[in-house]
């Protein structure tokens, strides 16, 4: 919003996705979630997702790992997709 240079006013903070989604859904106001989590009630036509061109509203993710325990094969594989996915989303 800032980008846009639009006020911004948080008027209720919720504590879980589903809180978020119900108050939309019962016309509480406008919420920000990301695509997966709105997927089904998108599809039933429960919520709608509303365009929002010129206005990035990307997240950035950490990866976590106790320092002092090595990572499982799977966790590896897991570390290593997502370092492929990320490069590959990067702009030379």
Not at 34 to 46: K, N, P, Q
Not at 47 to 67: A, F, N, Q
Not at 72 to 79: G, M, Q, T, Y
């Amino acid at each position: 919003m800032q980008s846009l240079n639009l006020p911004m006013t948080t008027l209720v903070e919720l504590g879980s996705t589903t809180a978020i989604k119900a108050a939309v859904a019962s016309g509480v106001g406008p919420g920000v979630l990301g695509r997966l989590a709105v997927e089904t009630d998108t599809e039933v036509g429960r919520l709608v997702v509303v365009p929002t061109e010129g206005l990035s509203l990307e997240r950035s993710i950490r990866m976590v790992w106790s320092k002092g325990r090595p990572l499982s094969a799977s966790a590896k594989r897991l570390v290593r997709q997502i370092d492929d996915f990320s490069n590959s989303k990067r702009v030379p």
